[in-house]
């Protein structure tokens, strides 16, 4: 995990935004890179002759763009005083997922917060999640706690993206003092196949060099959720891993209940993986 991706919407106070990506890439010795999105200038529904108003909305955002251009200097510079190796920083027009999807391409992970007070933020989220497919380090709200992960719980029922996101966490798994397996109903996507002997999770970690307790949740379906986060919370959890569930409908993303409410309502940082 050597090259992280930090997303903020925007580019005012680096400490607020990006300020836990440099204290994660600073501990994992990795190169930071800061991204900015902006938006492609679009002509609003029903104006009629009006190229003066597109004229200013396009000044407008072509200002947005070179500003947050200018801001790449501050940034790495300000990265560089928090003990990152390495900085980058990235300025982006488009849509933030198709953003994204491109340049997770190129990086380990992705770290990003929840935004405060909006209820549906989790649609964003899970779109992101979903569609770009590499790891996702979620951050609660203006979380300004160290990036330090001392016990990592790790969500498990089965699922191939359960163990994904598990393989994502290596990195930091190995760094952690505690391991705790939060195991719930097993959803083994290969049920029509026989295994002998079946997957041991605590074993494979074990091989690894990782040493785990395993707990059971007794709650599934929609009260896993709730359940995953308390259960977290009990052990004392700097981080969850879990897989990322969603599947595709009528062109629009439908959430796992249980990875739309941690996506939504989780106060502590959740890694995940589809």
């Avoid at 790449?72 to 300000?78: L, R």
Wanted: charge should be negative; glycine fraction near 10%.
């Amino acid at each position: 995990m050597k090259d992280l991706l930090a997303f903020a919407d925007d580019h005012d106070a680096w400490e607020k935004n990006f300020g836990f990506a440099a204290r994660l890439a600073a501990r994992l010795d990795a190169r930071l890179t800061g991204v900015n999105i902006y938006p492609t200038p679009t002509m609003p529904g029903g104006f009629y002759g009006a190229a003066d108003t597109f004229a200013i909305i396009l000044e407008s955002v072509r200002k947005a763009e070179n500003n947050a251009y200018a801001a790449g200097e501050s940034f790495i510079a300000w990265a560089g005083n928090q003990g990152v190796r390495a900085a980058a920083w990235q300025v982006a027009e488009g849509d933030p997922s198709a953003v994204l999807q491109r340049l997770g391409n190129r990086h380990d992970l992705l770290v990003m917060a929840r935004k405060a007070g909006v209820a549906d933020d989790h649609l964003r989220l899970g779109h992101i999640l979903l569609q770009c497919g590499f790891p996702l380090l979620l951050l609660p709200p203006a979380w300004t706690q160290p990036a330090q992960f001392d016990c990592i719980a790790l969500a498990w029922n089965g699922t191939a993206e359960a163990l994904r996101a598990i393989h994502a966490a290596q990195p930091l798994l190995q760094r952690a003092r505690r391991i705790v397996v939060l195991r719930g109903e097993m959803r083994d996507a290969y049920a029509e196949i026989g295994w002998l002997p079946p997957f041991d999770l605590a074993a494979y970690l074990a091989f690894h060099g990782l040493q785990a307790e395993v707990q059971g949740i007794a709650e599934s379906g929609d009260a896993a959720g709730p359940a995953l986060l308390e259960a977290a919370h009990l052990q004392r959890a700097d981080l969850l891993v879990m897989g990322g569930y969603g599947r595709s409908r009528f062109s629009e993303w439908l959430l796992g209940g249980a990875t739309r409410h941690v996506l939504g309502q989780s106060t502590l940082p959740v890694l995940l993986r589809h």
